[in-house]
């Protein structure tokens, strides 16, 4: 695997271009109050809405184009830190390297008539925590990606899931945190389809996997842990599966075996519906949604005679909270720090108890988005609190893990997909509705929890 | 009586505990001297006291088997897939509903090649609401795969619920097996019964024999059951072979059933016909054919009759599934007109299955052999002596040349 | 006979940056480089460097060994391909040697481009190519005290800096009618001029030199129309050409280099070619150019390693733009862009004499054609951005006239984002 590197993010819609990043730098690098000398640079412009902030600061490429231009090799990446280091050296103040970069990240420095750009304060850099608006982030997720990219990759590459869909990304980080000692369920849905236990023979997966009934999942791998651990050996019980089989036709072998506290993690992959085999309704579902059994139909006069799904969507994880699991927690592959959190804590969960684990995770093809916008979506449901981000332990009861205290309108959420978008303004009310009442029902065991 | 004692019984029959017990509680003996290591359980009539016998033993510490209390039979028989995969030797008990919500990890089952172990205690059903005995159930599902195994005794229940393992985990079968123990009569009939001894029990079985051929078990990582199949590739071919291996092995069955029982009938001193008995039949006209514990009364019937002049003798099926064809037809023919005893309906033929069945194998036979259908016995009705007076009348009636009904002779009907 | 996937024949940028693209997709392929230079990597446009003394001559290697042991390169400086058997799949090498190759960059560079002056054979001349030539010239030039420049191209003036700085009397020679024509414009090219004469060097633009010879240990040169200069040292600096005798029997086209299509593959299956040697599409028009620039250099040789390692993330080849920088006496030129200014096309000029600053835009239906600056400050790298995306700036020409810096800065971060 190649290494990622932390970086620094900028959200121009927090900025206010207040400097106080700039002053920053130019104090800590040069000593000077000169903002022009800092090696990031804000700026700002007028919009019809008003200034909008910009950014000029090297973005420590991956593929650098300033390091292939130098003539003198006084530009290099950094292996480990991932920063491009100058060495004024070499450096023959060509300015090449100007001609290389795209974003302006680096540039001839007045004062001194060399070049000079950001090194990222060796690890700490000063301009973040300067900036009091949250505008500046130094984003550290590269080290999950260097820790986990160690790990190996326990399926094979080229799983055929639709383009788009994040499952892939799951179902890999899953395995590989997990480990080889692992039995594998991923019962009828997506993730077979995906290729996990194969077809006529092959295989996309190196620890042992099956295909369960979409009924049985987990009573198969309560009698697999079961055996394991009468002879004493130390496995991983592990389903993949979908919220169809989870909170329908199979939901009375998961509330079994929850309820008999077996010894597995089971991670339910929630796209909300059957979307594998035709994108048909199941009971996590949400209300409104269209699906190809809950239709928008039309009659000959235009009118819409059925409007998506009638009924709420059933709350599997509050459901499953109520079987005293020894973990519950809802995740979603926006907030991938969390959802890694959680699976850590589940897995160590798996080892005495019943973990369970929920993923929201939308669905480019059923949910009738644009490939590229997986993340956002996901990220917009956790916005609106559509989907809440929390986790339960018999010990510490129900709390949120990324609390949203102000949430957007719900109708920031439902206008991203096509399946809402026949809905009409008092079905976004009921939604909204229940967005609040699912809220309030949390909250209220988080109280509970926080009281106890 | 049908259990035949040696002249010298061995020294394994003589360490041997005599006790008296019903056909759930010696099936439940039979299963802990089988030394299972998981079992798992979901109770219902008529088969409840069996898998409460089992709680006991294991809480008890008379058995070490791990006992999983499912929420269904579903469930049930799911968990005990699981532990096969793992390498576990399993065992259930069902019947009648339990059965039917089973149903999808039953047919699977024996796709997987997995050598489960599970008594059906026979139940009529589901509707008319019955929680007595008749040999729906097991008929119902006899296309599935499973070797399946009607018992007449509590003695041959015991012993065959340990010889079902036997069979199951053959390395030529790999197959489930079901012991068809007839709900009431045999579930909570009490006779004596002799009690194998452990280590006796234990050098018979031997090595437990799971999963060499099919395992969830990450030191020798496999995809179990990937979609196969489909008009293209290797699918039809692939899944060709997986079927015609089942076949197969459900063939091989009906040799090491008859191996096994032989094997037993040495170390223990009793023996069972293993696939077909016949009674008094060497010597007969014609027959009467019988399946599970009816037949203790047809016996009787049959001596009653003899008594009184007519040449008529008996066939019993021990072995339903695989359908014993070729010794089936070898008692065949011996007679020259059968009457077929069923304990169930074939609602498509309008006869008893086993009836149905047997048409086929007087196909192979080669000779017009009339026969008839006889239904009785169902949801719990007695099938006493008066009644198989009744069959081996009507039988003897074909004989003498008389018409073949195409309906069949519902024994029960004016009861 | 050796036999390898993929033959590099060069050692700069086009051949380093081939082989990167090569490893990102394949990582197995066998790899060879073949170079005549002896050593290590280097980059020509850092000799000038090395005859100030600024970089030493052990320390401006692009690479070090390992690079090669890492991507798993065979790397075989000082051997020159002498033949390509393009029928064979065969490199013969000045050693004896040969290779035969699956596919072949030929990324071998340019030479300098001797003018045919009567008397040059005569006479000891520097030239600056190599590592060698640098090493050669710096020890000269510590003895000079009457240099002779030929040539005011950017390796010319460079050198003539040097000279200037090491205490050398330098006279400068050019043809053309202004200093670094092709690469800045008037305006620039006479405050260049005008810092060269302010350090004391002579300048003679529309200067052509007729004859050579030797005399007493210097050597006097005759210029057309009587005048003579006498030097110590002559630096021929009038420009660069591949050299391409190597080719010859082997089928592949040349120009005035190797030809090239978009993807760098020359007329012959299994030929490619990048960097100095090849003769591409220019970014302004169809008609194949010579766009000997380093950065050029880079994208080429990328191009053509991905091509031959069959990478489906293979973008064609946009046509190259001319970019330059120039440092000189602490002050800095740089030029993005065509200095053409076509029919409808608009130019503008700000030009503060006082403060040297000197700003012009070529700019054609709101779009960009070219930016020249003297010690004025815009980011480079995003102007040729602005160039090359054809981004329109109908809206914000005005602004990005008067503050190139911050505007350019502006439009890149929005199109980023």
Redesign the interface.
């Given at each position: 695997m190649g290494r990622s590197f932390n970086t620094i993010a900028f959200d121009?819609s927090k900025c206010d271009g207040c400097g106080d990043c700039m002053r920053a730098c130019a104090s800590v690098k040069y000593d000077s109050e000169d903002t022009s000398r800092s090696l990031i640079?804000i700026?700002g412009?007028e919009t019809d809405k008003g200034s909008a902030f910009?950014?000029?600061l090297c973005r420590q490429c991956g593929d650098p184009?300033c390091t292939?231009?130098?003539?003198?090799?006084a530009l290099t990446k950094n292996g480990e830190s991932g920063v491009i280091e100058w060495d004024g050296?070499?450096c023959?103040?060509?300015?090449?390297c100007?001609?290389?970069?795209?974003?302006?990240g680096i540039?001839?420095d007045?004062t001194t008539?060399r070049v000079s750009k950001c090194d990222t304060c060796a690890g700490n850099p000063a301009c973040v925590p300067a900036c009091p608006h949250g505008a500046l982030r130094y984003v550290t997720t590269s080290n999950i990606y260097n820790e986990v990219g160690d790990w190996e990759d326990l399926f094979a590459p080229g799983l055929a899931g639709c383009q788009g869909c994040n499952t892939e990304l799951l179902m890999r980080h899953t395995l590989r945190r997990v480990g080889?000692?692992?039995?594998l369920a991923t019962p009828p849905g997506c993730v077979?389809g995906m290729g996990s236990?194969?077809?006529?023979?092959?295989?996309g997966?190196?620890?042992?996997?099956?295909?369960?009934?979409l009924?049985?999942t987990?009573?198969?791998?309560?009698?697999?842990?079961?055996?394991?651990k009468?002879?004493g050996r130390e496995?991983t019980a592990l389903a993949i599966a979908g919220d169809g089989g989870a909170s329908d036709v199979g939901f009375?072998?998961l509330?079994?075996?929850a309820?008999?506290g077996e010894q597995m993690l089971f991670m339910v992959v929630d796209n909300e519906g059957y979307m594998n085999t035709g994108m048909q309704r199941s009971s996590c579902t949400p209300y409104g949604a269209w699906t190809s059994t809950t239709p928008v139909g039309k009659s000959s006069d235009g009118s819409h005679l059925s409007q998506g799904k009638t009924q709420d969507a059933k709350n599997l994880p509050l459901i499953m909270v109520n079987h005293r699991c020894a973990y519950v927690a809802t995740a979603s592959t926006a907030y991938m720090e969390d959802l890694y959190e959680k699976l850590d804590k589940a897995i160590q969960a798996s080892k005495t108890g019943f973990a369970y684990l929920h993923v929201y995770s939308p669905c480019t093809t059923g949910w009738r988005f644009p490939t590229d916008q997986n993340m956002e979506v996901a990220r917009k449901a956790v916005e609106t609190n559509f989907v809440m981000l929390w986790e339960y332990t018999p010990d510490t009861g129900v709390h949120f893990t990324r609390p949203v205290d102000k949430p957007l309108p719900v109708t920031d959420y439902l206008k991203a997909m096509g399946r809402f978008r026949h809905l009409s303004p008092e079905q976004i009310e009921h939604i909204q509705k229940k967005v609040e009442e699912n809220r309030r029902i949390v909250e209220r065991l988080a109280e509970n929890a926080h009281a106890a | 009586m049908t259990t035949a004692t040696l002249e010298t019984p061995r020294e394994a029959a003589a360490k041997q505990k005599v006790i008296l017990c019903e056909g759930n509680e010696a099936a439940a003996l039979a299963v802990a001297l089988a030394r299972p290591d998981m079992v798992a359980v979901y109770p219902i009539t008529p088969q409840s006291s069996l898998v409460e016998h089992v709680a006991k033993l294991i809480a008890d510490g008379k058995m070490d088997a791990d006992i999983v209390d499912a929420e269904g039979e579903h469930s049930v028989l799911s968990v005990l897939q699981g532990g096969a995969l793992a390498g576990a030797r399993t065992y259930t008990a069902t019947c009648g509903p339990g059965l039917a919500f089973m149903f999808e990890p039953y047919f699977r089952t024996s796709g997987m090649r997995l050598p489960i172990v599970m008594t059906i205690v026979t139940r009529d059903g589901i509707t008319p609401q019955s929680v007595w005995g008749g040999h729906q159930d097991a008929m119902t599902v006899r296309e599935v795969g499973w070797v399946q195994m009607y018992c007449e005794t509590v003695q041959e229940v015991l012993d065959t619920t340990i010889m079902a393992f036997k069979v199951a985990e053959h390395h030529d079968v790999m197959l489930p097996v079901n012991i068809c123990l007839d709900g009431n009569y045999l579930s909570y009939g009490a006779s004596r019964v002799e009690l194998p001894d452990q280590a006796e029990v234990d050098a018979f079985l031997g090595d437990k024999f799971v999963n060499w051929h099919v395992a969830l078990d990450p030191q020798r990582p496999m995809a179990v059951d990937p979609l196969t199949g489909g008009s293209g590739g290797k699918g039809p071919s692939t899944f060709v072979r997986y079927r015609k291996g089942q076949c197969k092995g459900m063939q091989n069955a009906l040799r090491v059933i008859e191996e096994v029982h032989e094997e037993w009938a040495q170390r223990f001193g009793r023996s069972f016909a293993p696939l077909v008995e016949e009674y008094r039949l060497d010597d007969a006209e014609f027959a009467i054919m019988t399946l599970g514990s009816m037949t203790g009364a047809a016996k009787d019937a049959i001596d009653e009759a003899r008594e009184a002049g007519k040449k008529v003798g008996l066939i019993k099926i021990k072995t339903f599934s695989p359908f014993p064809v070729e010794a089936l037809v070898r008692s065949l023919a011996k007679v020259r007109a059968l009457g077929v005893v069923d304990r169930s309906v074939g609602f498509r033929w309008n006869c008893g299955p086993m009836f149905q069945e047997t048409l086929g194998a007087l196909y192979r036979l080669g000779r017009h052999v009339p026969a008839m259908s006889f239904i009785g016995g169902l949801a719990g009705a007695d099938l006493t002596i008066p009644h198989f007076h009744r069959v081996i009348d009507a039988t003897e009636a074909l004989l003498q040349g008389g018409p073949v009904p195409t309906e069949p002779v519902w024994l029960n009907e004016r009861d | 006979m050796e036999q390898t996937q993929y033959l590099i024949v060069g050692s700069s940028h086009a051949a380093l940056e081939a082989i990167t693209a090569i490893r990102m997709h394949d990582g197995e392929g066998s790899i060879t480089l073949v170079t005549r230079d002896p050593h290590l990597p280097y980059s020509p446009t850092v000799l000038p460097y090395v005859v100030s003394g600024r970089s030493a001559p052990d320390n401006i290697a692009l690479r070090d060994a390992a690079f090669f042991e890492q991507n798993r390169v065979g790397y075989r400086p000082g051997v020159a391909v002498t033949r390509l058997d393009t029928t064979r799949k065969v490199a013969e090498l000045a050693d004896g040697s040969a290779i035969g190759y699956a596919k072949v960059v030929l990324a071998t560079g340019a030479s300098p481009a001797i003018p045919p002056i009567p008397g040059l054979d005569q006479v000891s001349y520097h030239v600056l190519r190599t590592l060698d030539d640098a090493t050669r010239l710096r020890e000269a030039m510590q003895r000079s005290r009457q240099a002779v420049v030929l040539g005011a191209g950017l390796v010319g003036m460079h050198a003539a800096e040097n000279l200037v700085k090491a205490g050398a009397n330098v006279t400068i020679v050019e043809m053309g009618p202004h200093l670094t024509s092709g690469y800045f414009d008037q305006t620039a090219a006479g405050l260049i001029e005008q810092a060269f004469v302010e350090n004391g060097a002579k300048i003679r633009t529309r200067s052509r030199v007729v004859g050579l010879a030797p005399e007493g240990g210097e050597i006097v040169v005759a210029l057309e129309g009587g005048d003579t200069l006498r030097a110590d040292l002559l630096l021929v600096a009038t420009g660069v050409r591949p050299e391409l005798d190597y080719l010859d029997g082997s089928g592949v086209a040349t120009d005035r280099g190797i030809l090239v299509d978009d993807t760098m593959r020359t007329n012959v299956e299994g030929v490619w070619a990048a960097g100095d040697c090849a003769q591409a599409r220019s970014f302004y028009g169809d008609e194949p150019v010579m766009n000997a620039i380093l950065p050029d250099a880079t994208v080429q040789g990328r191009i053509a390693g991905m091509a031959m390692a069959g990478d489906p993330g293979l973008k064609p080849y946009a046509g190259g733009v001319p970019l330059n920088t120039y440092h000189f006496f602490g002050r800095h030129a740089i030029s993005v862009g065509s200095s053409a200014v076509p029919e409808g096309a608009q130019e503008r000029v700000r030009f503060d004499p006082a403060s040297g600053r000197h700003l012009k835009l070529i700019m054609k239906d709101g779009r960009l054609l070219g930016i020249y600056g003297v010690n004025e400050f815009f980011d480079a790298g995003v102007m040729a951005q602005l160039i090359q995306r054809r981004t329109d700036l109908s809206a914000v020409q005005d602004r990005l006239f008067e503050q190139p810096l911050t505007v350019g800065r502006e439009l890149m971060s929005q199109i980023w984002r």
């Open positions: 121009p640079q700026l412009r910009e950014l000029a184009k292939t231009v130098c003539p003198a090799g050296s070499k023959v103040d060509c300015l090449l100007t001609i290389g970069c795209s974003y302006a540039a001839l007045e008539g080889p000692d692992t039995v077979p236990v194969g077809f006529n023979g092959t295989t997966t190196k620890v042992p996997v099956f295909h369960p009934l009924t049985n987990a009573a198969m791998l309560a009698g697999i842990k079961r055996q394991y009468r002879v496995i009375q072998s509330s079994g075996a309820e008999r | - | -």
